[in-house]
Each structure stands twice: as structure tokens, then as C-alpha cells.
């Protein structure tokens, strides 16, 4: 973090300000995420060769220590719920063909293994990056003659969970070598960086430079996407990563784009990267 | 409404704006030279206690996000981001706290975290009902610094 002091004195204010903040925050905690006792969960890596950080670290580690304890109970995590939720919509006909998910890719369980784990990913049709909600869409509106879900809709929040879920403990890994994905990522790189609102903050003035440290009542993390869709004991209720991404902006009193946006489609695919090897932890539980 | 009415009131109201505030230095014409902003932005010395409540105001200053402050310990959650500001009035002069309030990016450099209050550089699209006005109104930011220049240990 280069900064340029103009005196003295702030430097001293600084020096204090190290000392308090060790004393009150002292960053992630030291703690490893075994759910159900069984399944280890990867919350900290060496951090992909480019990175701005040494070690990526999962929000996990800056919950409390109740809500870290919800995560690692799958019996208490209220997240499962919209799994159990998912798993039916897999099964369930809808639309004009008389279509389940399942009549064309079985169970679930298995045909879902890995495959949330390493999206987003390029769609050569579209020509750009799918996240699952749009890889979902395609294949209501194609195969099953359904209507796309409306953003946000319980039914995508469900969905994904479930489709994530099938990864969980597998770690993230995203395939940049792919179409344009290398030019995506740069976009998202960009806006990543780029201060917005009246607040003037980018994603990295809070993430990277002060995850670690509270801001209010909230203990800044890197922001990575590995626990998305998470559950938010705050809105008790699952938040979708662009619902997250759209807060985040808001929060700087910007606008914010759309979602499925092309700039939040390449922010996903560049943050999804900055947390590669991080295990998929849906559904996370944050607070 | 007719045009010709429109007009009127508009000239009306901008009449009236221009004699309130007929002292007070737009954001654009502050000049912080040195690390400092030697007069007051609205001519007149601001009321620490209502400072006080500016400083703690989530929808004002909010300075409690970032600042540990002792003097208001009864507040919950003060954030850690910047450093605590006991005895923030012993460090800096009043002249330097109001160019720290006004647009810290010109006192500790583009990168801090630490918004500009009173400024209109700021980031890109600022959201409609924040566009084109400052975080704190001038008369904010000289309460703020009365009430900073309280704060010794």
C-alpha cells in the first residue's frame, strides 16, 4: 500500500493507529472450516501468480465466531434449506416442452459435481462469459421453452445454491485461456479499481487495502465470491453475488449497473479469479 | 407553469440562496494551500457540540466508520480504518483539520480511503440525488472542525 506522508505528524497518528488496530481486529481468524466434522474446507492459499495479495483468505475467517460455527453445521446452516429447495426445482417439469432439468441431465448430484466450481466460463454462442444464472436461463428459454427468471426470483436464488452446492469443497478455478475470457477479466480488473460514488472508494481502496480491519461494525474481508449465493443473517435470506456486487457499489453512493451487465459479467470473472483455489462454500453464511 | 413564470421563480430562489449563503465558498473555490484552508468556508466559526453530532451522524459524517473517538464512547462500533482521533486537536491546527475534512485526497494523497467532504472530486457515477452536492454542507464542516480542535489529550 504506497502511500505519501506530508509530515511527520500523520505518520506518528499512524504508528498509534497500527498499534490500536492489532490490538482490536488482529485480521482473519486463526481457524480451520471442517463442515459436518467430515469435509475440509480450503479458506486460505497461496494467492494465483499475479495476484496483489500473498494468501487468499475466505470471509469465513472474519465472521464471528456464531456464524462460523452455522457454516459448519449443515444441520444449522439456514442456507441448506434453499439447497433442499433447489434439488426439487432440478426435478420439477416446467415450460412448454415438458421439461425438467433432470429429463435431460439426470441426477442432479452427479451430472452438477465441479461444474459450479469453475464458472464463470466463455459461451461461444453468446460470445461472452455465463455465469450459472445465465447458463440457467439459456437452458429454460432452449431446452425447456421457459421463461428466463427474473432477477433475484426465490427460484434462481434456490437453483444456483443447489448447483453450487454440488462443489462445495472443490477448489475455484476459472479457465481464462477460453475465447475472450482474458479481455473480460482485464474489463473487470479495470472496474475493480476504479473509484465510484461520492464516496470515492473502488472494491480494492476496502478489500484489498484494509480487508483485516472494521469498518463500523463490519470486519472487512477480501470480498471473495467462493460462498455465493451466501445466506445474509442480516436480510435472513440467500444474496445472490451480483445482488452482493450491486450493494457494494451502492454503498459508495453510485449507481450501480444491471445485473448480468457486461461490467458486473467481467467484475464476477475477475474477482471469481482472485479467489481461485479457495474451496466453493455454498451456501455460505455471513453476517 | 409558463416559461416566463418558471424563470421568475427560478431567479427568485437563486436571489434568496445567493443572500443566505452570500459568504460561503463553493466547493470548487476553496483553495487548500500547505496542507491547509485558513478561513472559514461560511465566514462565521462553527458550534463544536453540533459538530459533535455531525461527527457521529451515520448520514453525515459518519466519521465513526473509520475512527475510534473516546469522546464518544457511548457510540457502539468504532470502525479502525484510520487512525483514532484523541487528541486529533493537539496534532493538527484548525487550519489543517478543515483541509482534512474538506478533501483529505490533497493532504494524505489520491489513495486514501478517507472520503472528501466538502469536494467535487469524486468517483464516477455518482449516484442522482448525491450528483453535484458535497457530503457535509459547509457550515457542517466548520461545526466538525470546532468540535476536532476540542479533541486533546
Not at chain 1, 36 to 53: F, M, V, Y
Request: proline residues 4%; negative net charge; glycine residues 8%.
Amino acid at each position: 500500500m504506497a502511500k505519501i506522508y506530508k509530515t511527520g505528524v500523520l505518520l506518528a497518528g499512524l504508528l498509534t493507529a497500527g498499534m490500536s488496530s492489532a490490538a482490536l481486529a488482529g485480521g482473519p481468524v486463526d481457524e480451520k472450516l471442517v463442515i459436518d466434522d467430515e469435509l475440509e474446507i480450503i479458506t486460505r492459499t497461496a494467492a494465483p501468480e499475479g495476484h496483489p495479495l500473498d494468501e487468499v483468505i475466505s470471509g469465513w475467517h472474519y465472521r464471528t465466531e456464531e456464524t462460523r460455527a452455522l457454516e459448519a453445521d449443515s444441520f444449522q446452516n439456514p442456507g441448506m434449506l434453499y439447497v433442499e429447495r433447489g434439488e426439487e426445482i432440478w426435478n420439477t417439469v416446467e415450460g412448454d416442452a415438458g421439461k425438467s432439468c433432470a429429463s435431460c441431465h439426470g441426477d442432479g448430484e452427479e451430472f452438477l459435481k465441479g461444474i459450479g466450481a469453475n464458472y464463470p466460463k466463455w459461451n461461444a454462442d453468446a460470445n461472452k462469459p455465463f455465469n450459472l444464472e445465465l447458463q440457467v436461463d439459456q437452458c429454460r428459454e432452449e431446452n425447456m421453452q421457459a421463461k428466463p427468471y427474473k432477477f433475484d426470483a426465490a427460484d434462481q436464488k434456490a437453483l444456483v445454491t443447489y448447483i453450487k452446492h454440488q462443489s462445495i469443497g472443490m477448489p475455484v478455478e476459472i479457465d481464462l485461456s477460453q475465447g475472450e475470457m482474458q479481455e473480460w477479466w482485464k474489463k473487470g480488473e479495470e472496474t475493480y479499481y476504479t473509484r465510484t460514488g461520492q464516496l470515492n472508494l473502488a472494491c480494492a481502496t476496502c478489500h484489498e487495502d484494509y480487508n483485516g480491519n472494521y469498518i463500523r461494525a463490519d470486519h472487512l474481508s477480501q470480498g471473495n465470491v467462493n460462498g455465493f449465493p451466501t445466506y445474509r443473517l442480516k436480510q435472513s435470506a440467500m444474496v445472490s453475488l451480483h445482488n452482493r456486487f450491486r450493494g457494494c457499489i451502492r454503498d459508495t453512493r453510485a449507481e450501480f449497473p444491471a445485473a448480468f451487465s457486461d461490467e458486473l459479467m467481467a467484475l464476477e470473472v475477475y474477482v471469481t479469479w482472485r479467489g481461485t483455489g479457495l474451496s466453493v462454500e455454498t451456501p455460505a453464511v455471513r453476517q | 407553469m409558463t416559461k416566463g413564470l418558471k424563470i421568475i421563480f427560478a431567479a427568485a430562489s437563486f436571489a434568496l440562496a445567493g443572500s443566505a449563503f452570500a459568504e460561503t465558498l463553493a466547493p470548487d473555490d476553496v483553495e487548500i494551500v500547505d496542507m491547509e484552508v485558513t478561513a472559514s468556508l461560511t465566514g462565521k466559526p462553527g458550534d463544536a457540540t453540533i459538530g459533535r453530532e455531525t461527527f457521529a451522524d451515520r448520514k453525515k459524517g459518519n466519521c465513526l466508520a473509520c475512527h475510534v473517538n473516546a469522546d464518544l464512547s457511548d457510540q457502539l462500533f468504532h470502525g479502525e480504518v484510520g487512525p483514532p482521533l484523541d487528541g486529533v486537536g493537539d496534532r493538527w491546527t484548525a487550519q489543517e483539520l478543515r483541509a482534512i475534512v474538506i478533501d483529505s485526497k490533497e493532504v494524505f494523497g489520491e489513495q486514501t480511503i478517507m472520503p472528501g467532504f466538502y469536494t467535487m472530486n469524486v468517483g464516477i457515477n455518482v449516484a442522482e440525488k448525491h450528483k453535484g452536492q458535497t457530503i457535509l454542507s459547509a457550515q457542517d464542516v466548520e461545526d466538525v472542525v470546532a468540535y476536532l480542535t476540542t479533541l486533546s489529550e
